[in-house]
């Protein structure tokens, strides 16, 4: 299986997506993930078709939708998955609350659960996929954490799958044993190098950590289906084709 390079669009929020499909192409990426934010507002599938063809025009394809639903939290769905079938996204990024594993009730635990059943059913009604931010402050913040939740919603695998990034504060080592926790359920990764908290540096700077997990990839049954860069030192455009040709250099790729 070949693992599709890309961007999250969020990554450049002060750009228009005009100036970010450019950016993605010249830099040789093959894929963009589309930010819910401000890119691609939801319940507007009028702009999103304006970006799904500007994207295609370019020779890119939309991976998906990086929404900021929350399951648990009062609000609905359906627009979301309007502006990412516009799109042309077949895969929703969520959010599992908005409060760590180790600190939700059983009722908060079991409202974010039933939301996300619902979520799940209604998105796969109109073919298109859900997947966890694997991130703090949520109920997918850590390996048990996304295995539990996946196992209580009880979706289909191709149905509910988990992104993976790496932990703030994690070493190499642990980040990794993060990953292969949740390998064989992750549909996509965030790629970006911030040490030792959120101190932002060039990919190149955790080279030890993204040439292993590359090495990880290779031995999972079922490897991410993207790696998208995510964050760039001081949010500079300048950076993108560079980090891009590094990102590239690890998963052992040449330039499109």
């Known amino acids: 299986m070949t693992i599709r390079l890309g961007l999250c669009s969020v990554t450049f929020r002060h750009l228009a997506p005009e100036q970010i499909v450019p950016l993605a192409a010249e830099a040789g990426l093959e894929v963009i993930e589309w930010g819910g934010d401000v890119h691609v507002p939801p319940g507007d599938p009028e702009r999103a078709t304006q ?14 939708y990086g929404s900021y639903f929350r399951a648990g939290a009062d609000e609905p769905l359906t627009p979301i998955l309007d502006s990412a079938q516009a799109l042309g996204a077949d895969r929703v990024r969520i959010w599992a609350g908005d409060v760590d594993s180790g600190d939700a009730t059983p009722a908060q635990y079991a409202r974010v659960v039933g939301r996300l059943k619902d979520a799940v059913a209604e998105a796969s009604a109109r073919q298109i996929s859900l997947a966890l931010e694997f991130h703090r402050g949520t109920l997918a913040d850590n390996p048990d954490a996304v295995l539990r939740l996946l196992a209580g919603v009880g979706a289909a695998p191709e149905a509910l799958t988990t992104y993976w990034q790496p932990s703030v504060g994690a070493d190499d080592a642990a980040a990794l044993d993060e990953y292969r926790a949740v390998a064989a359920h992750t549909s996509a990764v965030h790629a970006f190098s911030w040490w030792p908290q959120t101190q932002r540096l060039l990919l190149e700077e955790r080279e030890s950590l ?47």
Request: net charge neutral; proline share 7%; charged share 25%.
């Open 210 to 256: 993204w040439r292993r997990f590359f090495e990880a990839v290779g031995a999972a049954q079922t490897p991410p289906r993207e790696v998208l860069l995510e964050f760039v030192r001081d949010d500079h455009p300048a950076l993108l084709a560079s980090e891009a040709a590094t990102l590239r250099s690890y998963a052992g790729g040449t330039p499109r």
């Open 51 to 64: 970006v799904a063809a500007r994207t295609r025009d370019a020779g890119l394809d939309v991976c998906s």
